[in-house]
């Protein structure tokens, strides 16, 4: 798995190409905690390269959505792939994540 | 210490096949399967694996055992107690189908086999009547479990064993994972499905259909969603992609639906090589 962070005025865009699974799920969360503890809580994950998502990754992503919220920010998800999607619908989490068809839409989406 | 490998087989009729196409790329891979659990549809391919059956020789078996005449003859004394309760008391052993001609090609595909024979441990799960709970089957008499696995509401009648009345394992959980997870399984590979919607509510029995699927579809995703977040490794989904519709009884497309089931798991084959290869549990 590849992560790479762009930022968007207060929103950072965290890209993952790859597997979000069991040996990759700690690196995806130290990225994303990276920016928390930064300061930036607006984060959008762009799925566009993520051709998967196990169970573990699923738990990194709950644990990085409830880390934001708490710090009055989001972890919203961005061109997610039709599997990787089926997982999300399949596990509920796409009633708890906000999704987007791209990048341009999950950054918009937070308060300027 | 190597990781306990579970296979968990959920509902989904003739869909469940897609198991045979999965159980085709493990084989070939030379992953071991340690438990296999099996609900529903999926129950009659659990057995098949846990028994040791042949692809060839479970897609043969299915298109013996599964077929439209299963559900052509009535179970009228049902339908007198449902019409008619006043004359005939309704009984809770309630099904619209006769279902002599499962049951006897239950026992002739399993009548010789107990769970004991298995030489995986197999697991099937029911769910008991009248507490609502799941049951899980590991021993005694197959074609018990499995008769008590498929009890589809409305369709089979609830069936009994030693003493308690049994439905539809897809009532309680229509994808047991929680089975593997309390037999000890660190690595868990789902193969489940979605009940379909009905595209016309033309019957009574297409109404109560499509509330069942509702609500089996809603109890997947809770269920499915619960053992995610609790479980402490991993759950892997296959999830087939069929292009074509497949109704209860297209057993002329198995072969179709054990293709899509090898293709959905070689595309997870890097990740689950990667994973067993990691020896930390």
Same mark, same amino acid.
């Given at each position: ?112 | ?92 052993? %309630? ?111 297409? %109404?109560? %259909? ?72």
């Amino acid at each position: 798995m590849e992560v790479r962070v762009e930022k968007r005025g207060s929103v950072a865009i965290v890209s993952i190409d790859g597997s979000v699974d069991g040996t990759s799920a700690p690196d995806l969360v130290s990225s994303l905690r990276q920016q928390v503890t930064a300061g930036t809580v607006q984060l959008v994950a762009d799925f566009a390269g993520t051709d998967y998502t196990s169970s573990a990754g699923l738990r990194a992503l709950l644990e990085m959505v409830k880390e934001t919220r708490q710090h009055g920010g989001d972890l919203r998800l961005a061109s997610v792939r039709r599997e990787v999607l089926r997982v999300l619908e399949l596990s509920g989490f796409t009633s708890i994540l906000q999704v987007y068809p791209d990048v341009d839409s999950a950054v918009a989406s937070f308060p300027a | 210490m190597s990781r306990r490998v579970a296979l968990v087989i959920g509902a989904g009729s003739v869909k469940c096949a897609a198991a045979l196409g999965l159980l085709k790329v493990l084989e070939r891979e030379g992953i071991g399967i340690d438990m296999v659990v099996g609900c529903s549809g999926g129950s009659l391919y659990a057995t098949f694996i846990g028994l040791g059956v042949d692809v060839a020789s479970a897609e043969e078996m299915t298109r013996r055992l599964w077929t439209r005449e299963l559900t052509k003859r009535r179970h009228y004394p049902s339908l007198l107690r449902a019409m008619l309760p006043q004359l005939f008391p309704f009984q809770e052993s %309630f099904g619209l189908v006769d279902d002599r001609l499962i049951l006897q090609r239950l026992e002739t595909a399993f009548g010789k086999h107990n769970f004991e024979d298995a030489r995986i441990p197999l697991y099937l799960t029911a769910t008991d009547f009248h507490t609502g709970e799941q049951k899980v089957f590991s021993s005694g008499r197959l074609v018990d479990a499995i008769r008590a696995s498929i009890a589809i509401p409305y369709v089979f009648r609830p069936w009994k064993v030693d003493g308690h009345l049994y439905v539809d394992g897809f009532l309680t959980d229509p994808m047991p994972v929680g089975v593997a997870i309390k037999n000890g399984a660190d690595v868990i590979v789902t193969l489940g499905f979605e009940s379909p919607y009905q595209h016309r509510t033309t019957s009574v029995l297409r %109404f109560a %259909f499509q509330l069942s699927s509702i609500m089996s579809n809603n109890l997947l995703r809770a269920n499915y969603a619960f053992h995610n977040l609790a479980h402490h490794t991993e759950i892997l989904p296959i999830i087939p992609q069929f292009r074509e519709s497949i109704h209860l009884f297209d057993t002329d497309k198995i072969p179709y639906v054990i293709e899509e089931g090898e293709r959905a798991a070689e595309q997870q084959l890097p990740y689950l090589r990667r994973l067993l290869a990691t020896t930390e549990i």
